[in-house]
């Protein structure tokens, strides 16, 4: 279960004007959207575009390739967002997922205590109230009555889902430990103070791995899927010298953790959270066995014994990484004497793979760029893109990620060949049509 070690890697500075170049290529290119934007917005809510969408289910997709598809350990899960309260008394959340908050009694703001020091960021008042203790789950009522029979609470979290499903996952995968449960889906945290983009807000979804194991083999594990979910953030392309791990000290361990290490970052604001690696040991199994009276646990046929399994937890947001990703492949540089920005994202995680130009409007052309269209479209993603002058729409597609650009002309219709453009070095090659899918497939990784 060998898995290789993170490297050191050259300290990096935060860069604060690389945040506002990615917001603003983030609306003006149709990635991100801030929410109900015609009404003035609702704070710390965003709509993903049609680039946005693209990205963010390539995101979603690599993920789940490396987490299920390509092992045979892990299955998958789809749990309900709305969830008894029973559930979350159990897991302790309602008596312990808080935060302290505190208000300005100058300006009226709250804010997280634990962020701000002792004065005011708004207005530098240091009039604050005492701080007090903030649940961050969204609370409603399921029926027609709106009383404490028919709370509910959108689930600040996927991992409960995984936990209380592990007798039924258990008995119709036919799995036995080690093993895991995956899922990729909304979770919803009424935080205090969001911001920095998409970094922190109240909706995002998370890509989170349930990795059940023998307790005295949950160190070991911890230590390998630290190394992994690491070695799958430079796969993808972040520089190494972008990502650190991060152990966390006795005095900031959640109340179920005997050990969490962050990856973290470096954002323009400085180094923040990717990913959670938790040892979240038999405290999750043994709550839900207790309140449910259910029983938790793995019987080992070979030893005739039973056990609780603990239960390694890898919890990484599909939105942080999306936005870490668009950060790191953001770059400038100058072509045929223009400046010129692009994103040089993994074609994986690209919101379009191929993007299809054909040199003019005219008929012939038009007719032969959709007919070589449709058997790129059966394997990646692809931009049609008829407007503008060809230079334009190279730049288009090299400032939203698009890896490889066919150029149609008039001489295509002669030869039967494009021009097959390459995004980061722009070098462009002749390729006879009949080869196009297997020429576009070779230049993938």
Not at 132 to 157: H, I, W
Not at 190 to 200: A, C, K, L, Q, Y
């Amino acid at each position: 279960m060998s898995s290789p070690t993170p490297t050191a890697a050259a300290p990096a500075e935060p860069d604060p004007a690389r945040a506002e170049a990615i917001v603003n290529l983030a609306k003006r290119r149709g990635f991100v959207f801030p929410s109900a934007e015609i009404y003035g917005g609702f704070r710390s809510t965003y709509d993903y575009g049609p680039l946005g969408v693209l990205m963010l289910r390539n995101v979603k997709d690599a993920w789940w390739r490396a987490i299920v598809q390509r092992r045979h350990d892990v299955v998958g899960l789809d749990a309900a967002i709305l969830s008894s309260p029973r559930i979350w008394e159990a897991s302790g959340h309602l008596a312990n997922f808080t935060d302290p908050m505190v208000d300005c009694r100058s300006c009226k703001e709250r804010w997280r205590a634990d962020q701000i020091g002792d004065r005011c960021p708004a207005c530098g008042s240091r009039d604050l109230t005492e701080a007090r203790a903030f649940n961050l789950m969204f609370k409603t009522f399921v029926g027609p009555v709106e009383d404490e029979a028919s709370v509910a609470y959108f689930r600040p979290e996927t991992a409960q889902g995984m936990f209380v499903n592990f007798a039924n996952v258990l008995q119709t995968a036919r799995k036995r430990p080690p093993f895991g449960i995956a899922q990729v889906g909304k979770s919803f945290r009424n935080e205090i103070t969001p911001g920095n983009f998409v970094f922190r807000t109240r909706e995002f979804e998370q890509m989170e791995l349930e990795y059940f194991v023998p307790p005295e083999e949950a160190p070991r594990w911890h230590e390998y899927w630290v190394a992994e979910r690491y070695r799958w953030y430079v796969g993808l392309g972040i520089d190494p010298a972008h990502l650190r791990l991060r152990p966390h000290g006795a005095e900031e361990l959640s109340h179920y953790s005997a050990a969490t290490t962050d990856i973290e970052y470096l954002f323009p604001w400085g180094w923040g959270e990717l990913e959670g690696i938790a040892n979240r040991t038999d405290y999750d199994l043994k709550a839900h066995a207790a309140a449910s009276g259910t029983r938790l646990e793995y019987f080992d046929q070979a030893t005739d014994t039973r056990y609780v399994p603990y239960v390694i937890e890898p919890a990484a947001g599909a939105t942080r990484a999306m936005m870490a990703f668009l950060l790191d492949a953001y770059a400038e540089d100058e072509v045929g004497g223009e400046r010129r920005s692009l994103l040089r994202l993994d074609a994986r995680l690209a919101p379009y793979t191929v993007a299809v130009l054909p040199l003019s409007r005219k008929e012939p052309l038009v007719a032969l760029a959709t007919e070589l269209l449709e058997p790129l479209q059966d394997r990646w993603m692809c931009d049609y893109d008829d407007t503008q002058s060809i230079g334009r729409r190279y730049r288009r597609q090299d400032e939203i990620g698009t890896s490889l650009c066919v150029t149609v002309d008039f001489t295509s219709l002669e030869d039967h060949a494009v021009t097959l453009r390459d995004r980061d070095t722009t070098a462009q090659v002749r390729i006879p049509i009949a080869e196009l899918v297997a020429a576009v497939e070779e230049r993938l990784p």
